[in-house]
């Protein structure tokens, strides 16, 4: 770790995790998380008032707790980094007024990052610097794409992405189905472990030989496995929990893995690196290194805690972008809750130049700060 290197400290506050971290280059220092989860499983799913509310109360005791393990003063911070989009956008709101306000208070350097972009930098924190180009395979509960990426900081290519559900969402909507609660992933890595991948057929989504490639679609398996409990059930037949989830995530994870190592081979790259919060399950770990090592590429998985939200993420892009010299993003640095993927770093209002139309998102971003503040 040289002297030299920046000190960056992380904020991700994108949907149910308030994630604050702190490294120094490409050391990882402190990896503080306060979590809504459980107040949002009673629902099935994350409220966004209610994680908006819940990073409010987090974020400072949170940023305190960073700084105290990483056994620094925020006077020592070369930059602070915050995810500003994609996400919920009441919730990144909270991150980025806090990012702003410390950044302000304390004349530190601000960097808006891409909460995408950072799922893939996080690796670096475990395996040492990304190869370039580095291709993604980047699965979470809103995005799965496949992804390529010649510097992190500033040239992320998409390749393919789902057309419908995202591989988190198919994994917490069978769960629901199955009442195993929310979120569904890690109940269904857990249950499946001791289940049948074979016991049922269930569909593999684009699959076909005139299917595009890269893109990925999850929400017809979705149906197939509920159809499946729901015919089960209505034959007054027990739904044998175990043999679902083990059959519904091997039908995820060997399409994921597959157009993977393909998307590799045809690009002529030889790593892959998975990121995301399912790039925590056990089952698309182990298919993916199989498969990996059976075609000579190199695979980059960090581990479980840093695959799913997290502060260190974005502290590890943050740090990144100062190595390599990008300009900080400026004090107008606004929540954008559709951050193309194709943006990992956001410069803020002046050199803010995306092309899709944002209207509507800023309306949604000041009604959800309104409420945050005055009520
Ligand atoms: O990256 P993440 O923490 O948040 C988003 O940016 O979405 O990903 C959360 C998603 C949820 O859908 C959750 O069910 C899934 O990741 N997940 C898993 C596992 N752990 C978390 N999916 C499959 N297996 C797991 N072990
Ligand atoms: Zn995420």
């Given at each position: 770790?040289?002297?030299?290197?920046?000190?960056?400290?992380?904020?991700?506050?994108?949907?149910?995790?308030?994630?604050?971290?702190?490294?120094?280059?490409?050391?990882?220092?402190?990896d503080a998380v306060a979590s809504s989860v459980d107040t949002h499983a009673r629902f099935g799913g994350v409220?966004?008032?209610?994680?908006?509310?819940?990073?409010?109360?987090?974020?400072?005791?949170?940023?305190?707790?960073?700084?105290?393990?990483?056994?620094?003063?925020?006077?020592?911070?070369?930059?602070?980094?915050?995810?500003?989009?994609?996400?919920?956008?009441?919730?990144?709101?909270?991150?980025?007024?806090?990012?702003?306000?410390?950044?302000?208070?304390?004349?530190?350097?601000?960097?808006?990052?891409?909460?995408?972009?950072?799922?893939?930098c996080v690796d670096q924190l475990e395996h040492g610097k990304l190869p370039e180009?580095?291709?993604?395979?980047?699965?979470?509960?809103?995005?799965?794409?496949?992804?390529?990426?010649?510097?992190?900081?500033?040239?992320?290519?998409?390749?393919?992405?789902?057309?419908?559900?995202?591989?988190?969402e198919a994994f917490d909507k069978i769960a629901r189905v199955l009442d195993l609660g929310f979120p569904g992933g890690p109940v269904i890595d857990r249950l499946a472990r001791e289940g049948d991948p074979a016991a049922i057929a269930f569909p593999?989504?684009?699959?076909?030989?005139?299917?595009?490639?890269?893109?990925?679609?999850?929400?017809?398996?979705?149906?197939?496995?509920?159809?499946?409990?729901?015919?089960?059930?209505?034959?007054g037949e027990d739904v044998p929990v175990r043999d679902v989830a083990a059959s519904f995530q091997e039908a995820v994870v060997d399409v994921l893995t597959r157009k993977a190592v393909r998307a590799c081979k045809d690009e002529g790259v030889d790593h892959l690196m998975i990121g995301g919060g399912v790039a925590a399950n056990s089952r698309l770990r182990a298919l993916a290194q199989e498969r990996c090592e059976r075609a000579g590429i190199r695979l980059r998985v960090p581990r479980p805690g840093l695959c799913t939200?997290?502060?260190?993420?974005?502290?590890?892009?943050?740090?990144?972008?100062?190595?390599?010299?990008?300009p900080a993003s400026d004090l107008e640095l606004s929540a954008d809750s559709s951050l193309p993927v194709t943006d990992p770093h956001v410069p803020g209002a002046q050199g803010h130049a995306h092309?899709?139309?944002?209207?509507?998102?800023?309306?949604?971003?000041?009604?959800?700060?309104?409420?945050?503040?005055?009520?």
């Open positions: 770790m040289a002297a030299d290197e920046p000190l960056v400290l992380g904020i991700e506050t994108s949907c149910d995790e308030t994630g604050v971290g702190i490294v120094h280059g490409t050391t990882l220092l402190a409220v966004p008032e209610i994680a908006s509310r819940a990073h409010l109360e987090a974020m400072v005791p949170t940023i305190e707790r960073a700084l105290k393990t990483a056994g620094i003063s925020a006077r020592d911070l070369d930059g602070i980094a915050v995810t500003a989009g994609p996400g919920l956008a009441g919730a990144l709101l909270v991150g980025v007024s806090a990012a702003k306000a410390y950044a302000y208070a304390l004349g530190k350097p601000l960097y808006g990052v891409n909460h995408l972009a950072s799922h893939i180009p580095t291709m993604a395979l980047l699965v979470s509960g809103g995005h799965s794409s496949l992804l390529l990426s010649a510097d992190i900081t500033s040239d992320v290519r998409p390749l393919g992405a789902t057309i419908d559900d995202a591989a988190g593999r989504g684009l699959s076909g030989s005139r299917d595009p490639a890269y893109d990925f679609s999850f929400s017809g398996l979705k149906t197939a496995v509920a159809r499946w409990i729901e015919a089960k059930r209505a034959a939200d997290n502060g260190a993420m974005v502290a590890a892009l943050g740090s990144e972008m100062v190595a390599r010299n990008r092309e899709h139309d944002h209207s509507h998102d800023h309306d949604h971003v000041h009604e959800v700060s309104k409420e945050n503040l005055y009520s």
